[in-house]
C-alpha cells in the first residue's frame, strides 16, 4: 500500500510554537526522511470559514501568512504538495456525499466537535458548516487517500469519525476504492499541547498567549519574560514547582543537552536545572533568559527565512497554485473512483446507456 500522509492548518492567523512542536516540526522530519510516497500540506480556508463567515478577509490575508510559516520552517515545495482547500471542488462534493453516511447524534457525540462548539460559544447557535466539518475533514483526507495524518491528540476523534465513514461507504458502496486514515501524535507528551505563555491549557491565538514563529527576538523575549511560572516562588531562596511551570514545560519541548553547555554550563541537563529550582535557590529570571536563547535557536533561522520570502510574495503565491493544480488532478481521478463505486457516472456508464436502449426498445417493440 502507497503511504500517503495528509496534515495542514486553518488560516485564521500566524503559527506559533504550538504549531511548530505539535507538527510542523514533525512534518519537515518526515518530509527529510522521504519514507513516503505523496505528502500534502493543506491550507484550510473553507474549514477557517466555518467560524468566521462573517470575516472572510481574516482567512484571505492569513493565507499568504500560513504559507510563509511554512516555508520558513523548513518546508519544502519539490517534496511536499500545499494547496488551498478551497480549490479542490471535489472536496465539497465528496463532503455532499458522506453527509449521507453519518447521523446527527454521532456528530453529537464527537469530542472535538463538543469542545470546540463550546469554546465558541456555538451550544445555542451552531453554524451547520462548523457542525459537520468532522465530515468535511474525512473529505479532506480521503479524497487524497491518505493514510497517515500527523495531529495533535486532541483530533483522534476526527480521524476516527474518518475511518468510520470509509468503513461505511466500502459496505454500501464498494471496498478498496477509500483508504482508512491513522493518526500519528506527537511522541512527546509535551509537545502534544504546548500550553500559552500564561500557563493556559492551550495556546491559542483568541487568548493572545501566542509565541509565534514570526515575532522578533524583542517580542519573543518580552513574551518570555512575562510567562506564568510558579506564584509561590517569591523569592530566589524559595522551593519552585516545576509541574504547571510553563516556562520548564517549553524548556522539557525545546531544550536540549547541548544548550546548556553552550549557555548555562553550570547544569548537564534539564533535569539538573529542574532539581535546583525545586530545591530553591534558583530565580526565574535566570531560567527565562536560558530560554529566550534556547527558543531563539530555533527561531532565528525561521525568521531570517521569512524576511527573505517575503521579498517575493507572487512567487510564494505561485507555489500555492503548482501545489492546488496537483492535488485537484489527484482528487479528480479519487473521484471518478467514488462515482463509480456510488454508480453516480452515468454518462460513462456505456454498461448502463445500451441497458437502458434495450429496455425501452424491447418495450416499443
Known amino acids: 500500500m ?29 518530509q527529510n526522511e522521504g519514507d513516503f510516497d505523496e505528502m500534502y500540506i493543506m491550507v484550510a480556508d473553507a474549514q477557517a470559514l466555518t467560524d468566521n463567515f462573517d470575516n472572510p478577509e481574516k482567512v484571505r490575508q492569513n493565507i499568504i501568512e500560513v504559507a510563509l510559516d511554512y516555508l520558513s520552517c523548513g518546508i519544502d515545495p519539490s517534496k511536499v504538495h500545499i494547496f488551498i482547500q478551497s480549490q479542490i471542488p471535489e472536496l465539497c462534493e465528496l463532503s455532499f456525499y458522506y453527509m449521507n453516511l453519518v447521523t446527527v447524534s454521532r456528530l453529537q457525540r464527537n469530542p472535538t466537535v463538543k469542545t470546540e462548539l463550546k469554546m465558541r460559544n456555538f451550544e445555542n447557535s451552531i453554524p451547520v458548516g462548523f457542525f459537520t466539518y468532522p465530515i468535511s475533514q474525512a473529505a479532506d483526507i480521503t479524497l487524497f487517500k491518505s493514510n497517515i495524518i500527523p495531529v495533535g491528540e486532541d483530533q483522534l476523534p476526527m480521524i476516527e469519525q474518518a475511518r468510520e465513514i470509509v468503513r461505511s461507504f466500502g459496505n454500501i458502496y464498494s471496498e478498496g476504492v477509500l483508504v482508512e486514515p491513522k493518526a500519528v501524535i506527537p511522541q512527546n507528551d509535551v509537545c502534544r499541547r504546548l500550553p500559552g505563555t500564561d500557563g493556559k491549557a492551550k495556546m491559542s491565538k483568541s487568548l493572545g498567549n501566542c509565541i509565534y514563529l514570526s515575532d522578533s527576538a524583542k517580542d519573543v523575549k518580552t513574551k518570555v519574560m512575562s510567562m506564568y511560572t510558579d506564584p509561590n516562588h517569591l523569592k530566589i531562596e524559595d522551593p519552585g514547582q516545576v509541574e504547571g511551570n510553563a516556562v520548564f514545560t517549553y524548556l522539557d519541548a525545546f531544550a536540549e543537552d547541548a ?107
Open 2 to 30: 502507497s503511504k500517503v500522509i495528509l496534515t495542514g492548518d486553518r488560516p485564521t492567523g500566524r503559527l506559533h510554537l504550538g504549531h511548530y512542536v505539535g507538527s510542523l516540526r514533525r512534518r519537515v522530519e518526515l
Open 259 to 365: 544548550h546548556f553547555e553552550k549557555y548555562l554550563p553550570e547544569y548537564k541537563n534539564l533535569d539538573e536545572l529542574k532539581a535546583h529550582y525545586t530545591r530553591g535557590g534558583l530565580g526565574d529570571v535566570k531560567v527565562k533568559k536560558f530560554l529566550i536563547k534556547v527558543l531563539e535557536e530555533t527561531l532565528a533561522p525561521i525568521r531570517e527565512r521569512r524576511a527573505e520570502l517575503e521579498k517575493d510574495i507572487p512567487g510564494v503565491y505561485k507555489i500555492l497554485e503548482e501545489g492546488t493544480l496537483y492535488a485537484r488532478n489527484v482528487a479528480k481521478q479519487t473521484m471518478a473512483e467514488v462515482k463509480n463505486a456510488m454508480q453516480i457516472n452515468y454518462f460513462e456508464d456505456e454498461e448502463l446507456i445500451k441497458e437502458q436502449a434495450k429496455r425501452f426498445a424491447n418495450k416499443n417493440a
